[in-house]
């Protein structure tokens, strides 16, 4: 069964930091391109960050850029968002989903995009 698991979400102070982890399991991890999407109360799904099936390529949303980064280990069957500095308006569901079209590129589009977890919460409040 294809199945992909987010943790590590939780309450942060503004400044912050935490790590996001995607654990997949049921297909082979490693010919996928992985990407993280958040979506807060009221507003639609927004890409944050994605990385391609060899980790050589990395997007990010112009919001996060700088304070995010995502990473993969394949060995792992694990994609990471390191979120840094994080603001309150970083607060939001976030959710991976893995694009079978096995490129090795990415979209923060997620019409691309296959088979997603269920989500982790992230607040970011003082």
């Known amino acids: 069964q294809v199945q992909l698991v987010e943790s590590g979400g939780g309450l942060v102070q503004p400044g912050g930091s935490l790590r996001l982890s995607c654990a997949a399991s049921?297909?082979?991890?490693?010919?996928?391109?992985i990407g993280w999407f958040r979506q807060a109360p009221g507003k639609e799904r927004e890409g944050v960050a994605c990385i391609s099936r060899s980790a050589s390529n990395t997007y990010y949303a112009d919001s996060v850029r700088g304070r995010f980064t995502i990473s993969r280990d394949n060995n792992k069957h694990t994609v990471y968002l390191q979120m840094n500095s994080l603001k309150p308006e970083d607060t939001a569901v976030y959710y991976c989903?893995?694009?079978?079209?096995?490129?090795?590129?990415?979209?923060?589009?997620?019409?691309?995009?296959?088979?997603w977890g269920q989500g982790t919460q992230v607040t970011v409040s003082s």
């Open positions: 049921g297909f082979i991890f490693d010919n996928y391109p």
């Open positions: 989903a893995a694009d079978y079209s096995r490129s090795d590129y990415c979209s923060l589009s997620a019409y691309q995009y296959d088979n």
